[in-house]
């Protein structure tokens, strides 16, 4: 794997723990304890929908749109957490990491299910 691509998987792997601290944040600050519900629904919705192993991903470029909107939805919610100039940064760098993956490549994961041959 050249250091190109795994940088740009690292960033993107952080980008989706960025977003859900960023969905706990403003959860948090909004609701009390019921900030622990937007979190939930973002894993939930990128488990369902984008996750590499998820039986019903969507095909590109209709995962690429969501994604764009999900990442945004978490850099609006670094803005309404009072946290605007990380808001702009993370969704800048969030989105572009999402574009790069569609041209360094997927990660590589095998099927749900599935055992490594012996």
Same mark, same amino acid.
């Given at each position: 794997?050249?250091?190109? &691509?795994?940088?740009?998987?690292?960033? &993107?792997?952080?980008?989706?723990?960025?977003?859900?601290?960023?969905?706990?944040?403003?959860?948090?600050?909004? %609701?009390?304890?019921?900030?622990?519900?937007? @979190?939930?629904?973002?894993?939930?919705?990128?488990?369902?929908?984008?996750?590499?192993?998820? &039986?019903?991903?969507?095909?590109? @470029?209709?995962?690429?749109?969501?994604?764009?909107?999900?990442? /945004?939805? %978490?850099?609006? %919610?670094?803005?309404?957490?009072?946290?605007?100039?990380?808001?702009?940064?993370? /969704?800048?760098?969030?989105?572009?990491?999402?574009?790069?993956? &569609?041209?360094?490549?997927?990660?590589?994961?095998?099927?749900? /299910?599935?055992? @490594?041959?012996?």
């Amino acid at each position: 794997m050249s250091g190109i &691509r795994v940088l740009v998987l690292l960033v &993107r792997f952080l980008s989706e723990i960025g977003a859900l601290l960023a969905f706990t944040i403003w959860g948090f600050s909004e %609701a009390g304890w019921f900030g622990v519900l937007p @979190p939930i629904a973002a894993a939930a919705i990128w488990g369902h929908w984008m996750a590499p192993r998820s &039986r019903t991903r969507l095909a590109d @470029p209709r995962r690429l749109l969501a994604e764009i909107v999900f990442f /945004g939805a %978490a850099a609006s %919610a670094f803005a309404a957490a009072d946290a605007p100039a990380v808001g702009i940064a993370y /969704g800048a760098v969030a989105i572009t990491c999402a574009v790069l993956v &569609r041209y360094v490549g997927e990660p590589e994961v095998s099927e749900p /299910g599935a055992s @490594p041959a012996a």
